[in-house]
């Protein structure tokens, strides 16, 4: 299966939702406090609305329909997608771990380069909470225990690529998105790790915290090869399966891609909860061509001095937002969905001395441009309107806006004339 979430509108049928805005406003209904306050009541309301989302164990599963303990990896029909591709990659794995120190279990996707019948590499990023399992599991002497997801609730598959905050598991999140709790169920072969009973595929087996292995290179979502470097191995001692199952895949690379939906439904679900901590915030995009985390536009409702420098740092700040290398604030009411827009106001409204803030910070494991992996210089533009305040002492001038009867006339002439509509 391949191109499941290839358009806006296939990744609202993915989540089961009409508009990719929605799930962000449930979201926000759910965590926002009202202005007076919870009572009692609404406490117990919110809390047995969030218990209706934690996943539900269950002994059978269709995920188990078939056990292999003897696998074959190359069985598999994993792709090798671009010419100067390492090898063939696994590009939609749900990678469960869990810290041998304690502590909720972690669903991510990371790519796995297939060496051979039974090994795999694992790219886990320094970042992530797989890398920090596998240090706790490396700090005591031990093999990692890993079960891999393929293919079922295409929610789930989403869900593993979101950037949640920490504390909130990924599963209980793909619940909240269906509105109902992600069947789990033990792994055949790791007692206590769960993984999803829909699933299509689960590999299970070990990553050793002492070995390396080189992966790479591979065609990316940066439209950019990422370069053949040492990762952990993944060593697969059991398939499960369903009796007909479907392998998924996705190919990703200069955008339009389909990952970029992906990006296109977190940009929407979680600019609600980022209101929540910043309200003065009006909308944010994450235009294709930044692949995610090179360029945030944010329209702001700027109420003082420095009020966008603040909106800058702030999202600096906020978890995968971190990775950023160029945010553009613009006032309220631009409309950052519209790239040109954005454009137009930093063409005109930006003093390269002024406006612009440049600081370090982490970056990115694929960016390739900074000197030092993971750390390197990024980029705040103030393309607002200037207050005196902000060293602008002339008056700013206003924006050219034609009445509203005269746009009327002329579209309705227009339309008597019978030339092409008006955008």
């Known amino acids: 299966a391949i191109n499941l979430f290839g358009s806006e509108r296939r990744m609202c049928m993915a989540l089961g939702v009409e508009t990719l805005e929605e799930p962000g406003r449930r979201l926000r209904a759910l965590l926002e406090l009202p202005a007076g306050g919870l009572g009692v009541g609404e406490v117990l309301s919110r809390l047995h609305a969030l218990s209706r989302f ?3 164990r269950v002994r059978t599963a269709p995920c188990k329909e078939v056990v292999e303990r003897d696998p074959d990896l190359t ?4 792709i090798t997608a671009w010419p100067e591709d390492g090898g063939p990659f696994i590009s939609l794995p749900l990678v469960f771990s869990r810290s041998p120190a304690g502590g909720p279990p972690n669903v991510g996707m990371y790519r796995m380069q297939l060496y051979d019948r039974t090994t795999t590499g694992m790219h886990w990023h320094i970042h992530k909470h797989g890398a920090a399992h596998l240090d706790d599991a490396a700090g005591r002497g031990e093999r990692l225990p890993v079960a891999v997801a393929l293919g079922g609730d295409p929610a789930l598959i989403y869900a593993a690529t979101a950037p949640l905050p920490d504390g909130i598991p990924e599963v209980a999140f793909a619940g909240f998105l269906r509105n109902r709790p992600v069947e789990l169920v033990e792994a055949e072969t790791i007692p206590g790790l769960l993984v999803p009973a829909a699933a299509d595929f689960v590999l299970e087996g070990y990553v050793d915290p002492a070995e390396r292995r080189v992966e790479g290179p591979y065609g990316d979502h940066t439209g950019y090869y990422s370069l053949a470097e040492p990762y952990p191995v993944f060593h697969c001692t059991c398939i499960t ?7 998924p895949t996705i190919i990703v690379g200069p955008p339009p891609m389909e990952d970029d939906w992906l990006g296109r439904a977190t940009e929407r679900i ?6 929540l901590q910043l ?18 536009l944010v329209s702001v409702r700027k109420r003082y001095p420095g009020h966008a420098r603040k909106v800058i740092h702030a999202l600096w700040g906020l978890g995968q937002m971190q990775f950023a290398k160029c945010i553009v604030v613009v006032d309220g009411d631009v409309d950052v969905q519209d790239v040109g827009q954005v454009a137009f106001r ?12 440049v600081v370090e910070g982490p970056l990115d494991a694929l960016d390739h441009a900074s000197p030092q992996p993971r750390f390197g210089g990024k980029i705040g533009i103030d393309a607002t309107r200037k207050l005196p305040e902000e060293g602008h002492p002339r008056p700013w001038p206003g924006d050219l806006v034609q009445e509203a ?9 227009w339309e008597r004339a019978g030339l092409p509509p008006l955008p």
Do not use: K, S
């Open 54 to 56: 934690r996943p539900r």
């Open 346 to 357: 930093v063409a005109n409204n930006v003093d390269w001395r002024r406006d612009v803030t």
């Open 279 to 296: 309200p003065e915030i009006v909308d944010i995009h994450l235009p294709f061509e930044g692949v995610f985390h090179n360029l945030v």
């Open 241 to 247: 399966r369903r009796r007909d199952p479907l392998y």
């Open 270 to 275: 979680f600019l609600p909860l980022i209101q």
């Open 405 to 413: 009867a005269v746009v009327e006339r002329v579209r309705a002439a």
């Open 75 to 78: 069985e598999l029909p994993v």
